[in-house]
């Protein structure tokens, strides 16, 4: 059995603090479908009063930290200590719509980071629904609960499932994402869009989907994910296949033999 170090057990316990309450609300939406206006302000409440309890938990270990949360924006903390991202619900349109999809995020960053540049050193992605705990923690491995992670080893474009996040409603590059769209679908076993891009980025590290691309994403929804792919052996880069995939807002990630094939697609879709 593996233990997590004490900031890891701080971020699951808020997470696992939140999901119950999580639970029951989306089982309640589950009963709001059908009111004509939905159950949009029920959910939005549900979202806020999550964050409350994982913000709150956090705060309580290390008050003195700087957060970022979606809900609540920057909470700010000892600049030369490090910052939590936080979301707290992420799919929330899977949430609205009653599909069991979606998941709390948690990461932290150091703001001196190995290079003295912000990086990001702890992450945990868990999904309230199946009680699956993605974590991982810089050089000790990305884990599902007690179970070690590796990216997939897929060689072959033909036999890969990738994920993907398409733009909508006036967020995003539509045209961007089409024609990369129509350069990766073509040679590809599958794509997916299931609407939680931590949990994309959990999956990936876990070997479920072969690759993902997704950009104009904010750091609460990627930064757990991305120690969790680069600790199971993964890449993530930006679509020019750059270390810069936080600070461009591209994401580009698969095991290596399968990140370069992608890369090319990419590259050649946008020249
Ligand atoms: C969204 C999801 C989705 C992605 C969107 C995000 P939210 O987060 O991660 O997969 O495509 O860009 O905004 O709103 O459900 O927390
Ligand atoms: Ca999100
Ligand atoms: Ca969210």
Known sequence: MVSHSGLLTVMERAARKAAPRLR?????????????????DFVSMADKRAEETIVEELRKARPDWSIL??????IKGDPDKPRWIVDPLDGTSNFLHGIPHFAISIAVEDPHGSQGKPEITHGLIYQPLTDESFWAEKGRGAWLTDQRLRVSARRDL?????????PFLGHGNFAQWSRIFGAVAPEVAGIRRLGAASLDLAWVAAGRFDGFWES???????????ILIKEAGGFVTDF??????MQRNQFLAANDALHSKLHKLVANALR
């Open 158 to 166: 033909a036999d890969s499932l990738i994920a993907t996040g398409i």
């Open 240 to 245: 020019r296949g750059q270390d810069m995939a």
């Open 24 to 40: 029951r609300d989306f089982n309640e939406v589950q009963h709001l479908q059908v009111s004509r206006k939905g159950p949009a």
């Open 216 to 226: 104009d994403l904010q750091p609460w929804d990627v930064a757990a994910g991305y």
């Open 69 to 74: 949360a979606e809900e609540g924006g920057e």
